[in-house]
């Protein structure tokens, strides 16, 4: 169910694999929306699951529905039922739980435990271009956070995925971090390692799961399994 937990001086993050839940496929099992066609009920149930074993309630999740963006939202409660259209959420507020989902793309949890403020950002390969990272960050220094610790999620790696090369070009012009050869030496990009170049141009001391979204079959990998595939959750909250 889970790929990572981890408490960080009060504030709580965790990332969730495919496993463990009720869907079937190809949404089996985990899968955390029904943007893809899964059916509500079991998304729902899956949720339940999730919830229950990071003792949460479901009415604390506060899920992005991500666009790509570089807007960042900050929430005093968690929304009630509405998705804000954001890339980027902050909280000071204990028991709200930010959610980023994410199939490939970078879920990035960001904890200043001293000064109880969390974040959460999605970077994909357009977010990661326009600053989204940057952005999350620069929302939580404004409230007062100073000594920011980040957490990147599992997501698909250099070495599998594979862009144009005036596509990798246009991101590694803004992220030159970035930019990376695939395993079978073809343009490719690095959303991982581009977000973690970011967050040590900010200062800020970061880690990154270093498992691949399309190699593990524990994950869902949209590159690999095409629309038709389920959403993984990196979730950080203060207690
Ligand atoms: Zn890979």
Same mark, same amino acid.
Request: with cysteine; proline share 6%; net charge negative.
């Given at each position: 169910?889970f790929?990572w937990?981890?408490?960080?001086?009060?504030? =709580?993050?965790?990332?969730?694999d495919?496993n463990?839940?009720?869907s079937?496929?190809?949404?089996g %099992?985990?899968?955390?929306s029904s943007?893809?066609?899964d059916?509500?009920?079991?998304v729902s149930?899956n949720?339940?699951?999730?919830?229950n074993?990071l003792?949460v309630?479901a009415?604390?999740l506060?899920i992005?529905?991500? *666009?790509?963006?570089?807007?960042?939202?900050?929430?005093?409660e968690?929304?009630? =039922?509405?998705? !804000?259209?954001?890339?980027?959420?902050?909280? %000071?507020?204990?028991?709200?739980?930010?959610?980023? &989902?994410?199939?490939?793309?970078?879920p990035?949890?960001?904890v200043?435990?001293?000064?109880r #403020?969390?974040?959460?950002a999605?970077?994909g390969?357009?977010? &990661?271009?326009?600053?989204? *990272?940057?952005?999350?960050?620069?929302?939580m220094?404004s409230?007062g956070a100073d @000594? #920011?610790v980040?957490?990147?999620?599992?997501?698909v790696?250099g070495?599998?995925?594979?862009? !144009?090369q005036?596509?990798?070009?246009?991101i590694? @012009?803004?992220?030159p971090a970035a930019? %990376?050869?695939t395993?079978?030496?073809t343009p490719?990009l690095?959303?991982?390692?581009g977000?973690l170049a970011?967050?040590? $141009?900010?200062?800020?001391e970061?880690?990154? &799961?270093?498992i691949?979204?399309?190699? %593990?079959? $524990?994950?869902?990998?949209?590159?690999r $399994?095409?629309? =038709?595939t389920? =959403?993984?959750?990196? &979730?950080?909250?203060?207690?």
């Amino acid at each position: 169910m889970f790929v990572w937990r981890e408490d960080l001086g009060g504030a =709580r993050i965790a990332f969730t694999d495919r496993n463990g839940g009720v869907s079937e496929s190809p949404y089996g %099992s985990l899968n955390l929306s029904s943007v893809t066609g899964d059916r509500p009920e079991r998304v729902s149930a899956n949720w339940d699951l999730v919830c229950n074993g990071l003792g949460v309630g479901a009415e604390q999740l506060a899920i992005m529905r991500c *666009v790509h963006g570089t807007d960042v939202l900050e929430l005093t409660e968690p929304p009630q =039922r509405t998705r !804000p259209a954001v890339d980027g959420l902050v909280t %000071s507020t204990p028991g709200v739980v930010l959610v980023a &989902l994410v199939a490939d793309c970078a879920p990035v949890l960001l904890v200043d435990a001293k000064a109880r #403020i969390v974040g959460a950002a999605h970077a994909g390969r357009p977010g &990661l271009a326009a600053g989204i *990272v940057a952005a999350t960050v620069e929302r939580m220094r404004s409230y007062g956070a100073d @000594s #920011i610790v980040a957490r990147v999620g599992p997501c698909v790696c250099g070495e599998c995925y594979e862009v !144009p090369q005036t596509m990798q070009d246009e991101i590694a @012009s803004a992220v030159p971090a970035a930019r %990376s050869t695939t395993r079978w030496g073809t343009p490719g990009l690095d959303i991982g390692h581009g977000v973690l170049a970011q967050l040590t $141009d900010l200062g800020i001391e970061a880690a990154h &799961l270093p498992i691949c979204t399309m190699e %593990s079959p $524990d994950l869902y990998s949209h590159r690999r $399994d095409g629309n =038709r595939t389920g =959403r993984m959750a990196g &979730l950080v909250w203060l207690e």
